[in-house]
């Protein structure tokens, strides 16, 4: 039976290249459909290779606009849960305090609620406080859910981490600034990447709990999920590919930087 | 580098004292560590011996009394403004930096701006110099240590603080390294304050130790002195073994006292006892197992005079190459320890054998009867 011995000795790679493939299909149809020019409103079937949406990505209307409101809310929201969520990660990890355990678990809350009640209970919050909704209330919400996340990630990190590093950094002549700049937040920094990494990414791609609670304002997902409705144009193809090309440019970067660093050490 | 002779490497601690709450990790402590010897606190774990180490460090505030360094109070100095360094049991080595600015740290944090020349001039004399560009964690254990050691020597501190730097390394290398140790403590001059709880490691190194116990300190000398000369059960039992016997003060003679034990009777110099001498009072007196001869019975008369005896009987004995380890039955105290070098032995030294046991009596110690014979047997290691 050659062929089942050669099966045998190739499953874990075969298995390999189809879990890929399954990953990787989709991304591929995104960037092959975004060189389509399709008939109707609809580019869901193949015609024809063309440059055109690629030359002229914001020629939809209100698609660049909700572009940046997304980028600019993923990065404030970024920004505000991470310096939060690592303080809150410290101050779990590192003191002893009346209802640290609650804290805890309610910081895990917003992970493991469905995120239609979130978004349903955060309009009805909204409402009665007479917020505006738009901009803030979109921003807000967004970094009440990241938070979460990135206290995880840093937590993971801050509690592997030797105190006795910061007790060195002191008994070398390091005050409590430079303790925390030159050990505490280098170590962490691991941690604190991934927090917001994570933080970046839901917060870009939210659509529920931005749908409820975007007043007239308009995100990315929301701009793409509403002309669903009516067609689908080629730039957004063409968007969702430049994402993902960003996207892989940056773990690229990150892999060489690596192994150049291994190469200096060996 | 630094004069052995200045006295401002001096540490004294005057009623330094440390407690959490309820407990007393240290006592009202008096203590002076004179400059450029090499100092040992040796304990059991919870002793109080980190503590004291710590708030000489400034890593804990002392809750009374003022540590000195020379004629400098630093007791409300933090750490980082204090010229003392310390080697942390664990290392804590930073592991985002690699060696050369582990060494670097405590330098470049005091605003020196060519750092190169020294770094490099340390991590030779710990033997260390190819490694500068490594991280820690491509280290062994016994270098990172030396690491740890570089990274506290380069700053020249007045006093060198190492709370347990050879716990996490195996035998051997412990050994070596403290060899290698007192080697650098030679070489550099500066004062090191050891914290131990090994108590072979302690008198390999240190010039004087204080033995710790319960926050307090039982007993400071030399390793020989508080070999030979215990003052307490604990330390006569936490450095080496001890046999003890209880006796009663018969009378004085000359520099001596002589005491009733049993049906014989012992000598014992008076120098050499720690407890009040009144006669009829009770004295613990204790004798070192190396310092004992045995002897069979038959031969009992060839045993020269001026020799404390007991009477006793072989229990057991075990061979374990160098010598040979006895327990002795004997009517004053149930296990008696003897160590016999393996030189001429013996074969009717067996079990079930009568012997007499004699040694010279100016290795008697009497300790106060009050005490726990067997306090620090338990924790020695």
Same mark, same amino acid.
């Given at each position: 039976?050659?062929?089942?011995? $050669?099966?045998?000795?190739?499953?874990?790679?075969?298995?390999?290249?189809?879990?890929?493939?399954?990953?990787?299909?989709?991304?591929?149809?995104?960037?092959?459909?975004?060189?389509?020019?399709?008939?109707?409103?609809?580019?869901?079937? $193949?015609?024809?290779?063309?440059?055109?949406? $690629?030359?002229?990505?914001?020629?939809?209307?209100?698609?660049?606009?909700?572009?940046?409101?997304?980028?600019?809310?993923?990065?404030?929201?970024?920004?505000?849960?991470?310096?939060?969520?690592?303080?809150?990660?410290?101050?779990?990890?590192?003191?002893?305090?009346?209802?640290?355990?609650?804290?805890?678990?309610?910081?895990?809350?917003?992970?493991?609620?469905?995120?239609?009640?979130?978004?349903?209970?955060?309009?009805?919050?909204?409402?009665?406080?007479?917020?505006?909704?738009?901009?803030?209330?979109?921003?807000?919400?967004?970094?009440?859910?990241?938070?979460?996340?990135?206290?995880?990630?840093?937590?993971?990190?801050?509690?592997?981490?030797?105190?006795?590093?910061?007790?060195?950094?002191?008994?070398?002549?390091?005050?409590?600034?430079?303790?925390?700049?030159?050990?505490?937040?280098?170590?962490?920094?691991?941690?604190?990447?991934?927090?917001?990494?994570?933080?970046?990414?839901?917060?870009?791609?939210?659509?529920?709990?931005?749908?409820?609670?975007?007043?007239?304002?308009?995100?990315?997902?929301?701009?793409?999920?509403?002309?669903?409705?009516?067609?689908?144009?080629?730039?957004?193809?063409?968007?969702?590919?430049?994402?993902?090309?960003?996207?892989?440019?940056?773990?690229?970067?990150?892999?060489?930087?690596?192994?150049?660093?291994?190469?200096?050490?060996? | 580098?630094?004069?052995?002779?200045?006295?401002?490497?001096?540490?004294?601690?005057?009623?330094?004292?440390?407690?959490?709450?309820?407990?007393?990790?240290?006592?009202?402590?008096?203590?002076?560590?004179? *400059?450029?010897?090499?100092?040992?606190?040796?304990?059991?774990?919870?002793?109080?011996?980190?503590?004291?180490?710590?708030?000489?460090?400034?890593?804990?505030?002392?809750?009374?009394?003022?540590?000195?360094?020379?004629?400098?109070?630093?007791?409300?100095?933090?750490?980082?403004?204090?010229?003392?360094?310390?080697?942390?049991?664990?290392?804590?080595?930073?592991?985002?930096?690699?060696?050369?600015?582990?060494?670097?740290?405590?330098?470049?944090?005091?605003?020196?701006?060519?750092?190169?020349?020294?770094?490099?001039?340390?991590?030779?004399?710990?033997?260390?110099?190819?490694?500068?560009?490594?991280?820690?964690?491509?280290?062994?254990?016994?270098?990172?240590?030396?690491?740890?050691?570089?990274?506290?020597?380069?700053?020249?501190?007045?006093?060198?603080?190492?709370?347990?730097?050879?716990?996490?390394?195996?035998?051997?290398?412990?050994?070596?390294?403290?060899?290698?140790?007192?080697?650098?403590?030679?070489?550099?001059?500066?004062?090191?304050?050891?914290?131990?709880?090994?108590?072979?490691?302690?008198?390999?190194?240190?010039?004087?130790?204080?033995?710790?116990?319960?926050?307090?300190?039982?007993?400071?000398?030399?390793?020989?002195?508080?070999?030979?000369?215990?003052?307490?059960?604990?330390?006569?039992?936490?450095?080496?073994?001890?046999?003890?016997?209880?006796?009663?003060?018969?009378?004085?003679?000359?520099?001596?006292?002589?005491?009733?034990?049993?049906?014989?009777?012992?000598?014992?110099?008076?120098?050499?006892?720690?407890?009040?001498?009144?006669?009829?009072?009770?004295?613990?007196?204790?004798?070192?197992?190396?310092?004992?001869?045995?002897?069979?019975?038959?031969?009992?008369?060839?045993?020269?005079?001026?020799?404390?005896?007991?009477?006793?009987?072989?229990?057991?004995?075990?061979?374990?190459?160098?010598?040979?380890?006895?327990?002795?039955?004997?009517?004053?105290?149930?296990?008696?320890?003897?160590?016999?070098?393996?030189?001429?032995?013996?074969?009717?030294?067996?079990?079930?054998?009568?012997?007499?046991?004699? $040694?010279?009596?100016?290795?008697?110690?009497?300790?106060?009867?009050? *005490?726990?014979?067997?306090?620090?047997?338990?924790?020695?290691?």
């Amino acid at each position: 039976m050659p062929f089942v011995n $050669w099966l045998k000795r190739h499953l874990v790679v075969i298995a390999g290249l189809v879990t890929l493939a399954y990953l990787l299909l989709p991304n591929i149809i995104v960037t092959v459909f975004s060189f389509n020019k399709p008939k109707g409103r609809f580019n869901y079937e $193949w015609q024809q290779f063309s440059l055109d949406a $690629w030359k002229d990505p914001c020629g939809v209307s209100d698609l660049c606009g909700s572009l940046s409101v997304s980028l600019q809310i993923a990065f404030w929201a970024t920004l505000g849960a991470t310096l939060l969520g690592t303080l809150i990660a410290f101050a779990l990890v590192r003191y002893r305090f009346r209802a640290r355990g609650a804290v805890n678990s309610l910081i895990f809350l917003p992970m493991a609620m469905p995120e239609v009640v979130m978004a349903a209970s955060l309009l009805t919050l909204f409402l009665n406080m007479g917020a505006q909704l738009g901009f803030w209330t979109i921003l807000i919400a967004h970094i009440m859910f990241c938070l979460s996340f990135v206290v995880t990630a840093v937590k993971a990190r801050v509690m592997s981490m030797d105190p006795k590093l910061e007790e060195a950094a002191r008994d070398l002549y390091a005050g409590p600034f430079q303790t925390f700049v030159r050990v505490t937040l280098p170590i962490a920094a691991p941690g604190i990447a991934a927090g917001a990494l994570l933080a970046f990414a839901l917060s870009f791609d939210d659509f529920i709990i931005t749908n409820f609670n975007a007043g007239s304002t308009v995100t990315f997902p929301m701009f793409v999920w509403g002309s669903a409705q009516r067609g689908t144009p080629v730039q957004i193809n063409v968007i969702g590919t430049a994402m993902f090309i960003v996207a892989v440019l940056f773990v690229l970067i990150s892999v060489v930087i690596g192994n150049r660093r291994n190469r200096q050490k060996a | 580098m630094t004069n052995t002779t200045d006295p401002s490497g001096d540490v004294r601690l005057t009623g330094i004292a440390k407690t959490y709450g309820s407990f007393t990790a240290v006592h009202p402590l008096d203590l002076t560590v004179p *400059q450029g010897s090499f100092f040992a606190l040796l304990g059991a774990s919870g002793c109080g011996k980190t503590t004291t180490l710590r708030m000489i460090a400034g890593l804990e505030e002392p809750s009374a009394g003022t540590v000195f360094l020379g004629d400098q109070d630093v007791t409300a100095l933090p750490p980082y403004k204090r010229p003392v360094n310390t080697v942390f049991q664990s290392y804590a080595l930073f592991p985002h930096l690699d060696i050369f600015e582990n060494v670097a740290f405590g330098l470049r944090r005091r605003g020196l701006k060519s750092v190169k020349k020294q770094v490099e001039e340390m991590l030779e004399l710990v033997q260390l110099g190819e490694q500068a560009r490594k991280k820690p964690h491509q280290l062994s254990g016994g270098q990172q240590q030396r690491v740890a050691v570089a990274r506290a020597l380069i700053n020249h501190p007045k006093v060198l603080l190492l709370d347990e730097p050879l716990g996490a390394l195996d035998l051997k290398l412990r050994r070596q390294m403290q060899l290698e140790l007192k080697r650098i403590q030679t070489e550099v001059g500066i004062t090191f304050i050891h914290v131990t709880h090994d108590q072979e490691e302690a008198m390999t190194m240190a010039d004087t130790v204080a033995v710790m116990n319960g926050g307090r300190v039982e007993q400071l000398g030399t390793p020989a002195d508080l070999y030979e000369n215990p003052r307490t059960t604990f330390v006569a039992n936490f450095l080496g073994t001890s046999n003890f016997i209880e006796a009663e003060v018969d009378s004085k003679s000359g520099e001596d006292i002589v005491l009733k034990a049993g049906g014989g009777k012992l000598v014992l110099p008076e120098a050499r006892c720690s407890a009040p001498t009144s006669t009829g009072g009770k004295v613990l007196v204790g004798v070192r197992p190396e310092k004992i001869s045995l002897t069979h019975a038959d031969d009992a008369g060839e045993i020269p005079e001026g020799r404390n005896r007991i009477t006793g009987r072989i229990a057991d004995s075990s061979f374990i190459g160098v010598s040979t380890q006895y327990v002795v039955d004997s009517p004053v105290c149930p296990d008696f320890e003897v160590y016999a070098q393996n030189i001429d032995r013996d074969p009717r030294l067996v079990p079930g054998a009568e012997v007499v046991l004699h $040694w010279n009596p100016a290795h008697t110690f009497g300790l106060d009867a009050a *005490q726990d014979a067997d306090a620090g047997v338990e924790e020695a290691a």
